[in-house]
Antibody, heavy 119, light 108 residues
Framework: QLQLQESGPGLVKPSETLSLTCTVSGGSISSSSYYWGWIRQAPGKGLEWIGSIYYSGDTYYNPSLESRVTIFVDTSENQFSLKLSSVTAADTAVYHC???????????WGQGTLVTVSS | EIVLTQSPGTLSLSPGERATLSCRASQSVSRSYLAWYQKKPGQAPRLLIYGASSRATGIPDRFSGSGSGTDFTLTISRLEPEDFAVYYCQQYGSSPLTFGGGTKVEIK
């Protein structure tokens, strides 16, 4: 059974970089059949796709965040990570990691982790 | 970018009633790559429907999806107590992937 678990600081100061990691268990991040993604939900708001990565390192980002986002994969640790730079209060959200098939939607999700941007 | 508009914003219904949720896209969704998710507070989104009309594994048959092009519908034939939640549509046919703003199904 695939499990995805987000981890990282729950509090980040404005202008700093948010860093989160998603640990994958019950499946290999090196599989050629899947993309690995990050999605967030700000308080009281809807879901927002941040970006996705393939095991090869190919990345796809939401243009609205692209200038501040980096997603990378660590196949040796079976993890993938998100970095979001120059954060503001608008980046306060629950961040979910998830898995999709090739040209598919997200069938598997992590529970999510709340990141608050505040001084 | 494909903008998805969900309506209504809130649906107030009683258990046993039928729920009809709409998702309209600003342009045609490629190959009907349209999904529906159920979201409850503090929980991960749950995939209900993919490819506009295919139920995901383990999803009860009271959930059904239909539509193509720019107009899609999620129908819950008879609401169970556990179905009261927020529902999101998502298109995954073109990048960036986008979600609708959600429809809240609440108990009347």
């Amino acid at each position: 059974q695939l499990q995805l678990q987000e981890s990282g600081p729950g509090l980040v100061k404005p202008s700093e970089t948010l860093s989160l990691t998603c640990t994958v268990s019950g499946g290999s991040i090196s599989s050629s059949s899947y993309y690995w993604g990050w999605i967030r939900q700000a308080p009281g708001k809807g879901l927002e796709w941040i970006g996705s990565i393939y095991y090869s390192g190919d990345t796809y980002y939401n243009p609205s965040l692209e200038s501040r986002v980096t997603i990378f994969v660590d196949t040796s640790e079976n993890q993938f990570s998100l970095k979001l730079s120059s954060v503001t209060a608008a980046d306060t959200a629950v961040y979910h990691c998830a898995r999709s098939g090739i040209t598919s939607c997200y069938a598997d999700w992590g529970q999510g982790t709340l990141v608050t941007v505040s001084s | 970018e494909i903008v998805l508009t969900q309506s209504p914003g809130t649906l107030s219904l009683s258990p046993g009633e039928r729920a009809t949720l709409s998702c309209r896209a600003s342009q045609s969704v490629s190959r009907s790559y349209l999904a529906w998710y159920q979201k409850k507070p503090g929980q991960a989104p749950r995939l209900l429907i993919y490819g506009a009309s295919s139920r995901a594994t383990g999803i009860p048959d009271r959930f059904s999806g239909s539509g193509s092009g720019t107009d899609f519908t999620l129908t819950i034939s008879r609401l169970e107590p556990e179905d009261f939640a927020v529902y999101y549509c998502q298109q995954y046919g073109s990048s960036p992937l986008t979600f609708g703003g959600g429809t809240k199904v609440e108990i009347k």
